[in-house]
C-alpha cells in the first residue's frame, strides 16, 4: 500500500483533485488522503464543487480562510505541519499555483517528505503575480515535476532541473473536462439565464491586476458594456471582484450585462461550451476553451499556458480594456483554427499515478 495526500485550497485545484481522485480510485495500491486548506470556503466557490466532481469529503479540513498573501501561506503551513507529521505520506501531491501549494511544498519538503508537484513548469515571467512565486518555489522544491504542456518542459530545463525529475503527462484538468462532458451537455445553462446557445459572451475578471485598481477594473466593465451591445454577456463574479465592484458602486447600464452568482464546474463548463466567446483573465478557462474549442480572449499581458495560443483558441488582448474591440471583432469574424494539444487525451492522471506508484524510492533532492 502506498499512501498518496493530496493538499487543495482554492477553487483551480478542485478540478485537478478530482482527476487525480478517479485515477488513483483505480489503483487498489493506492490509499489518498485528501487535505483542504480551506483558502476557498464559501459554497459556490468550494463545497458545490466537490459535489459537481462527485469528489468525496475531505479527510482534513484547515480552515485556513482568507488573508493577506502572508496570513494565507503562513496559517496553512502551521495547520498542515502537524496533519503531515500524523499521516506521514509517501507522496506529498500539490496542484497549480495557488497559496496551498506553496505553502504545502515548504512543509512537506522541510519534512523530507516525497513531493509532487501537478501543473509544474508554467512560467508568466511575470513575478507580480502571486501564482509565479509559489510556481517557482513549488517547482524547485518538487522531487517529481508534471508537466502539462510543452512550453513547461523547456522553462524547466532552463532552470537546470534534473531530467530524471520531469514527467510530461498532460493536463489533469482536461481529464475532468473529458469525463464531465456528457452531463454538461444535457445542462441548459444559458436558457435559464436568459440568453441563446451560442449567441452570448461568457466573461471572468478576477485577477488583482484587474481588479485592484478602481481605475482599471472601471474600464474593463465599460468595456464589457460595449461588448454586450453587440451580444449579450454572461459574467458569473468572483467574490473579490463582487467586493471591488461593490466600492466602485458599479452598476451596469446596461442590462445585456449580466452579472450573476459564482456557477458550480458543470454550469460553468456548460455556460463556456456554448458561448460565442469567452473574455477571462483565468488561467484554467483558457485550457477550458482551448479543449472546447472555444475562441477566448484573455484579458492579461502574458500567459504562462502558451499551447493555448499555438494549438488553441486563446489571443492576449493584453491589460488594456480599449484593445478589446479588435479582438472581438476578430473572434466574431472567423472561426480560429485550432487543434488538442499533446496529451490533453484524458488520462494524465492515470500517467500521474503509475509515475507515484513506480517512483516512491526515488531518491529525495539533494540526498
Ligand atoms: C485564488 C488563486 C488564483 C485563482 C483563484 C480562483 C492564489 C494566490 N490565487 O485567488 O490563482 O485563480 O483563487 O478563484 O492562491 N473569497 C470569498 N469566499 C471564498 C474565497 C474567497 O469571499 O470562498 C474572497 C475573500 O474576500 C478573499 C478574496 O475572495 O479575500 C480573494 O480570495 P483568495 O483566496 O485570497 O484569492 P483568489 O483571488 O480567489
Given at each position: ?27 487498489p ?56 507529521a ?20 515548504v512543509?512537506?519538503k522541510k519534512?523530507?517528505?516525497?513531493l ?7 512560467r508568466?515571467?511575470?513575478w507580480?503575480m ?34 530524471e ?11 475532468t ?24 459572451v ?29 451580444l ?15 466600492e ?25 461550451k ?31 499556458r ?11 488582448v493584453g ?45 529525495l533532492?539533494?540526498?
Amino acid at each position: 500500500m502506498m499512501k498518496v495526500s493530496s493538499i487543495v485550497g482554492a477553487r483551480p485545484n478542485f478540478t485537478k483533485l478530482a482527476a487525480l481522485e478517479f485515477a488513483f480510485r483505480k489503483r487498489p495500491e493506492i490509499q489518498h488522503v485528501i487535505i483542504h486548506t480551506g483558502q476557498h470556503y464559501d459554497e459556490l466557490m468550494s463545497s458545490r464543487f466537490f459535489e459537481d466532481l462527485e469528489i468525496r469529503e475531505p479527510d482534513y479540513q484547515l480552515n485556513v480562510g482568507s488573508g493577506s498573501q502572508a496570513e494565507q501561506v503562513g496559517r496553512t503551513m502551521m495547520a498542515l505541519e502537524p496533519v503531515l507529521a500524523e499521516e506521514r505520506p509517501d507522496w506529498v501531491v500539490v496542484m497549480g499555483d495557488v497559496n496551498a501549494t506553496i505553502a504545502t511544498a515548504v512543509v512537506a519538503k522541510k519534512m523530507s517528505l516525497r513531493l509532487a508537484h501537478v501543473e509544474a513548469g508554467l512560467r508568466s515571467f511575470n513575478w507580480a503575480m502571486p501564482e509565479e512565486i509559489n510556481r517557482v518555489v513549488t517547482d524547485r522544491l518538487a522531487d517529481l515535476l508534471f508537466v502539462s504542456e510543452p512550453s513547461g518542459l523547456d522553462n524547466l530545463r532552463a532552470e537546470a532541473v534534473e531530467e530524471e525529475r520531469l514527467r510530461f503527462v498532460g493536463n489533469v484538468m482536461i481529464d475532468t473536462l473529458m469525463r464531465c462532458l456528457p452531463i454538461v451537455e444535457r445542462r441548459d445553462v444559458a436558457g435559464h439565464i436568459g440568453v441563446s446557445s451560442g449567441e452570448y459572451v461568457t466573461a471572468t475578471i478576477h485577477r488583482p491586476s484587474n481588479t485592484d485598481s478602481p481605475e482599471r477594473l472601471r474600464a474593463w466593465m465599460l468595456a464589457l458594456e460595449d461588448v454586450a451591445a453587440r451580444l449579450p454577456v454572461v459574467f458569473p463574479v468572483h467574490p473579490r471582484t463582487r467586493e471591488k465592484l461593490g466600492e466602485l458602486r458599479y452598476e451596469p447600464r446596461s442590462a445585456e450585462l449580466r452579472l450573476i452568482e459564482p456557477l458550480g464546474y458543470l454550469d460553468m463548463l456548460a455556460l463556456m461550451k456554448n458561448a460565442r466567446v469567452v473574455l477571462t483573465d483565468s488561467g484554467g478557462m483558457q485550457e477550458e476553451a482551448t479543449a472546447l474549442g472555444v475562441a477566448c480572449l484573455t484579458l492579461r499581458d502574458e500567459t504562462e499556458r502558451p499551447v493555448t495560443i499555438q494549438c488553441g483558441t486563446n489571443r492576449l488582448v493584453g491589460s488594456n480594456p480599449d484593445r478589446l474591440p479588435v479582438f472581438l471583432d476578430e473572434a466574431l469574424r472567423a472561426p480560429l483554427k485550432h487543434r488538442m494539444p499533446e496529451k490533453w487525451d484524458g488520462k494524465a492522471a492515470e500517467r500521474i499515478a503509475e509515475e507515484l506508484l513506480s517512483c516512491r524510492a526515488l531518491p529525495l533532492r539533494g540526498r
